[in-house]
Structures are given as structure tokens and as C-alpha cells.
């Protein structure tokens, strides 16, 4: 154990506990406390789509060129997975279909230019790593956090187009980290809400969940972020705060570059542990980077959050539980991120500015050409899907739970792709998300409501599985409209809803709901919108 010191007057010191934050921040602009720790050697910050300008094309890259005028060294992230995680597009939808998609594809080639498309823009917008891919397996349907953000339910699959998704991210000049380590594939909570357990035996561990960790990191990934997952054979603590778990990584595999903490504002670790003392403890398990959290919808937290983890850093030190040596050996990782940034990117980034997914008057392109394709060829179609061509309007009914806290609230991209048809869309009042809190008793309200409707109708669903208030609120609309089609954007799950008429999108970015709606309306188009 070190000698205690008086770590917030040593001003070497005090930049080396800087050096391992990584805050999220409210705002579009640079704040002065953030400025003030940037000035201290930051580790850099990460951005939330409450960062970006929706109207303003060139505002992300100004953020970041300002960030990075104070601090050369400060590295920026951002969550840009594509499909149903983006921040940068987090107002149309992300322009890549996902990795659901691209599993179902079966690819590399085309996953690998989806990683380099996610990658330029990422390092357009002057950011430096982007959290993806993740390399979980899907293997519970059940999952609340991963679902189609997993290229599928076999590692083997997963393995080989993560390490695609990993060497496309990177050769557009941007660090990827890949996630999240043990893997959250056959979690049944999502631990942003509350604590998860993976009841796993070594045996599954080793040919399920860790291969595509594997096979991702050969190819030169920079960076993995260690999940607040607790696996009960590796001991009683969440992977994040578990030297057992992450010295799989350490030792056993060889990575010697940044582990990035899941953030440490999430219930697993908050409601826990707390973030004060998670911090000390992400650090001594084998982190090097503190992801703080997001603060969005509360005015203050991304300083408080972040001065309450600094001060844990801080009090440990000087009581001695944190050696000086474990910040010593974390910075020495982050310097060579640093230098891996600017020795890949430092002269393209002067060729990719404006953002090459923006066109010269601010406003933005269509997504790529090949996205749409992927999205495709991913459908799964049931039954005859086309609508009626009688004139009527199409009610369009969101039947999406609460999503988790990591993808956002998101826009409806299936009533815009819709009306990019021609189709006069509709949406019954008040159900135009989230319906299925309602259940069955929101269903026989909506059937009532609908009564005499004789047009189509088109359900939007996530993950229907069997009990759940989402399929009971479906299966009522289907039991008095059994003509209405189905749209499902999660992870198929056994049981639940049986749909004569339903298109399985495996996501709900603009490429997927796009796809869809050629299905519905094969031969109508519009001026777009």
C-alpha cells in the first residue's frame, strides 16, 4: 500500500487523477468547469446526442476543435455503434442499419465499410473514439440492453464481423473500443436500471462470450470497456471493480491498451458501490479511463458527477488504498492512445472537415446507398405485407416499450419513411409511444377507439416477449384487427405474438424503416420529406 500524500496540492499528481476522467458534459458548448479540468490534463470527455445542434451540420466539429484547442491531448468519444445507438444522427436515425443487420447479412466485407463509413464520421466531427462495436453474443433473447445491437446469437458470427466492424472503425483514423467485457448477451436486466447477473459456467464463458473479444482484439483494437456485469464464478463484484474478471483480459489475452469503465452513473455501480468509491475501484480492478456518465435532463450533474468521482481518487490517495503506481501505469496507456490518434489521424483530419456526412449547405445526406440494401435483404416478411392502395390514411401505431436508457427516445423513422411513399400516415391519440405500458387494458381502450376503422394498420413492436405488457397490448389489437401488420425492430423471442402479416426489421434506424416501407408500399412513392 503507498504512502499517503496530500494528492490536491501536488500539482503532478493532481494531473494524473485528471488524466483518468472522462466526464460527460450538458450542453453544446464548452462549460467553464470542464474547460478549467481540461486545463488540469483531462483525460478528455465524452458526448451524448444532448451535445449536438440538430440544424447545425458543422457545430460537432467546432465542440471538438475547441475541446481540443485547450487540451491537444484530450481524447473525445462518443457511443456511434449504427442502427439503434447513434449521437451524431441521433435526430433522423443513424444512416447504418446495424449490427443485427449486417450478422444477418453475413458479410465481413460489407460489415467492415459499415465500420469505416461509422468511423469517417466519427472523425469528421473531430472525435477520437467511438464505443463500438459491441461484440456481445445475443445468446438470451430475453436481453433488455443488447438485442439487435448484437450481430447475432452465435459467437463464431459475432467473432468474425465484430473484428470486421473493429478494423473498418479504425481505418478511418478513430480508436474503437470494443464491448462489453465479460459480455452482456445473456443478461435479463439492463444494468443502467439495476444490478445484472450472469449465471454462466466457465465453460460457457469460454466458447460463448469471449471468442469475439478475441477475435477483435488481433485485430489492433485500442481500446475494450469493461461491463457491470457480475459473473458469480468469477467472484461477487460487477467485472468493472473485479481484478478476477478483468485480468482475463490483462493476463490471459495480453491487452495492454485502455479499458474504458462502463459508466460509472449507471445503477449497477451508483446504487451500489457508488460512484465515489467505483472509480477507486474500476482503477484498481485494470481500468484506465473513468467514463463518468451521462448527465442529460439533470442541469449540473456532469460536474457534480465528476467532482465526486475526482474526489474519490483524491481521498484514496492520500489514505493510501490507491497507489500512486496504479494512475501511473492507467496514464502511461492513455499517453499511447494519444499518440496512436494523432500518428493515425492527424493529417486527415484536415481533408474530412466539413463532416463528409453533411453536404455543403449544413443540411444532411441520405443515408448510404448500401446501408439501405443491407437493411433489405435483412427483412423477415410474414405473410402478404402490402398495403391496401384504397386511399385511406394508415394508422401507424407505436408499440414500443420504454427502450433502454443507451439508445434515447428517438423519432419515429417509420412514419417518415412511410410518407417518403406517399402514404398518408396517422397516429391515434395518445398512442404514439410507449403504448405498451398500457397492456391489455390500453389495447381493448385503442380497440374501442379504432372502432369502424376500416383502413390499414400498422403496429410497431421491439421485443415481444411472451407475459410481457408489450405483447399483451399487441396481441389485443391483433385479436380485433387480426389484418393489422406487424413491424417488429427487436430481437425475435419464442412464443408471445402470432402475426399473420409482419416484417421483422432487426432495428428501426432511417435504413430499416425505409426497407420496411418498400415492403408495405412496393409501388407508391412521394416527393420525400
Not at 470494443?178 to 447477473?197: E, N
Request: glycine share 12%; net charge neutral.
Amino acid at each position: 500500500m503507498s504512502m499517503p500524500i496530500d494528492s490536491r496540492r501536488d500539482r503532478t499528481v493532481r494531473r494524473m487523477v485528471y488524466r483518468v476522467l472522462w466526464p460527460g458534459f450538458n450542453g453544446t458548448t464548452t462549460p467553464e468547469w470542464l474547460a478549467r479540468a481540461l486545463d488540469e490534463g483531462l483525460g478528455g470527455a465524452l458526448y451524448f446526442a444532448h451535445n449536438f445542434v440538430p440544424d447545425d451540420a458543422q457545430q460537432p466539429r467546432r465542440l471538438s476543435d475547441r475541446i481540443h484547442a485547450i487540451s491537444p491531448a484530450a481524447l473525445l468519444g462518443v457511443d456511434e455503434e449504427g442502427g439503434i445507438v447513434t449521437r451524431l444522427e441521433a435526430a433522423d436515425g443513424s444512416s447504418e442499419p446495424g449490427n443485427a443487420v449486417l450478422g444477418r447479412v453475413d458479410d465481413v466485407q460489407a460489415t467492415c465499410r459499415s465500420g469505416q463509413r461509422i468511423g469517417t464520421l466519427v472523425g469528421s466531427n473531430g472525435i477520437d473514439i467511438d464505443l463500438a462495436p459491441v461484440v456481445d453474443v445475443n445468446s438470451d433473447p430475453r436481453n433488455p440492453v443488447i438485442g439487435v445491437r448484437s450481430f447475432g446469437a452465435h459467437p463464431q458470427l459475432v467473432a468474425r464481423h465484430g473484428a470486421a466492424m473493429a478494423r473498418g472503425i479504425q481505418q478511418a483514423g478513430v480508436a474503437c473500443c470494443i464491448k462489453h467485457f465479460p459480455g452482456y448477451g445473456d443478461v435479463v436486466s439492463d444494468p443502467h436500471l439495476t444490478s445484472s447477473l450472469a449465471h454462466r459456467t466457465p465453460e460457457q464463458f469460454r466458447s460463448i462470450h469471449l471468442p469475439p473479444f478475441e477475435a477483435a482484439l488481433r485485430t489492433g483494437a485500442q481500446c475494450v470497456m469493461s461491463a457491470h456485469i457480475t459473473v458469480p464464478y468469477l467472484g461477487d463484484d460487477p467485472a468493472t471493480i473485479n481484478p478476477k474478471a478483468l485480468s482475463i483480459l490483462r493476463k490471459e489475452l495480453g491487452f495492454d491498451g485502455v479499458m474504458i469503465c462502463d459508466a460509472l452513473d449507471m445503477a449497477a455501480i451508483a446504487d451500489t458501490i457508488g460512484q465515489r468509491r467505483g472509480g477507486v475501484a474500476a482503477l484498481l480492478a485494470g481500468n484506465d479511463l473513468l467514463c463518468i456518465g451521462n448527465p442529460a435532463g439533470h442541469p449540473g450533474h456532469g460536474e457534480d458527477d465528476f467532482i465526486r468521482v475526482r474526489d474519490g481518487l483524491f481521498d484514496a490517495l492520500d489514505d493510501g488504498s490507491l497507489p500512486i503506481e496504479t494512475l501511473e501505469r492507467a496514464g502511461k496507456r492513455i499517453e499511447r492512445l494519444s499518440y496512436w490518434r494523432a500518428q493515425h489521424n492527424q493529417d486527415w483530419r484536415a481533408l474530412t472537415s466539413p463532416s463528409s456526412r453533411n453536404t455543403a449547405d449544413g443540411t444532411r445526406q441520405a443515408p448510404s446507398q448500401e446501408g439501405e440494401q443491407l437493411a433489405a435483404r435483412a427483412l423477415e416478411v410474414h405473410g402478404d405485407v402490402r398495403l391496401a392502395a384504397s386511399g385511406r390514411p394508415v394508422m401507424l401505431v407505436d408499440a414500443r416499450s420504454s427502450r433502454s436508457p443507451v439508445i434515447g427516445p428517438g423519432a419515429n423513422r417509420f412514419m417518415r419513411a412511410l410518407k417518403e411513399r406517399g402514404l398518408d400516415v396517422v397516429t391515434p391519440q395518445p398512442y404514439t409511444g410507449n403504448a405498451a405500458a398500457a397492456g391489455a387494458d390500453g389495447a381493448a381502450r385503442l380497440i374501442r377507439q379504432l372502432s369502424g376503422y376500416e383502413g390499414d394498420i400498422v403496429l410497431i413492436a421491439g421485443l415481444l416477449l411472451e407475459g410481457s405488457e408489450e405483447c399483451a397490448f399487441v396481441t389485443g389489437i391483433l385479436h380485433s384487427k387480426p389484418q393489422a401488420v406487424v413491424l417488429q425492430t427487436g430481437w425475435p423471442a419464442t412464443g408471445g405474438v402470432v402475426a399473420g402479416r409482419m416484417v421483422r426489421t432487426y432495428g428501426d434506424a432511417l435504413p430499416n424503416a425505409r426497407a420496411a416501407a418498400g415492403m408495405l408500399a412496393p409501388n407508391r412513392h412521394g416527393s420525400g420529406c
